[in-house]
C-alpha cells in the first residue's frame, strides 16, 4: 500500500512501505523516481514501475502498448513534467487525467489530501497518514518538484541556420 502526496507548495512525497500480501517486505521502497526529465511516482504492484515508466517515456503512453496487467495486480502512475500539473494514468483508464496540486494517491489519499487543504506539506501530510493506518509507513522521501526538474532537465535540440 502507498500514500502519495503533492502540495501547493511545490513538493512531492510518498512512504516506503511495501507489502506483499499481509506481509511487509519492506521499509524503503523509492515509490519516486527521475526518468526522462520528468518526475514518476508510483501506486501499487511495484514490479510495474520501470516497464510503465518505459511504456510513457519511450512509447508515448500509447495504450496499445501499455504493459499487461492481470488479476489483483493494479496500478497508478503519476507522471510530472512541471510544476504545478500532475498527471496520472491507470489500469483501468490509460489515458492521461490532469490535477493541480495539492493532490494525493493511494490508500492513504483522503487523510493526506485533507492535511494538505489545511496547509500541511505533502510530507507532513504522508507522515500524518503513516502515524495513523497499517497501509502507510517507512523511510518518507520527499522531493522539491521545481528543483528535481530542473536538476534533470533534458536538453532541446536546435535546429542550425
Known amino acids: ?63 496499445e502498448k501499455m504493459p499487461k496487467c492481470e488479476g489483483e495486480n493494479d496500478w497508478t502512475l503519476i507522471v510530472i513534467d512541471r510544476p504545478g500539473l500532475v498527471t496520472k494514468y491507470t489500469k483501468t483508464c490509460p489515458y492521461p487525467e490532469t490535477f493541480e496540486p495539492p493532490v494525493a494517491f493511494g490508500a492513504g489519499l483522503d487523510l493526506a489530501k485533507g492535511a494538505m487543504l489545511f496547509g500541511a506539506s505533502a510530507r507532513e501530510a504522508v507522515e500524518l497518514v503513516a502515524h495513523n493506518t497499517n497501509h502507510t509507513g517507512g523511510e518518507i522521501l520527499s522531493w522539491d518538484i521545481a528543483m528535481a526538474l530542473a536538476a534533470h532537465a533534458v536538453p532541446v535540440k536546435e535546429a542550425a541556420e
Open 1 to 63: 500500500m502507498t500514500t502519495i502526496a503533492i502540495d501547493k507548495y511545490g513538493t512531492i512525497a510518498a512512504d516506503g512501505l511495501r507489502t506483499w500480501g499481509g506481509d511487509i517486505v519492506g521499509r524503503t521502497e523509492q515509490k519516486i523516481r527521475m526518468r526522462h526529465g520528468r518526475i514518476y511516482a508510483l501506486t501499487g504492484t511495484a514490479g510495474f514501475f520501470e516497464p510503465l515508466i518505459a511504456w510513457h517515456g519511450e512509447h508515448h503512453a500509447n495504450p
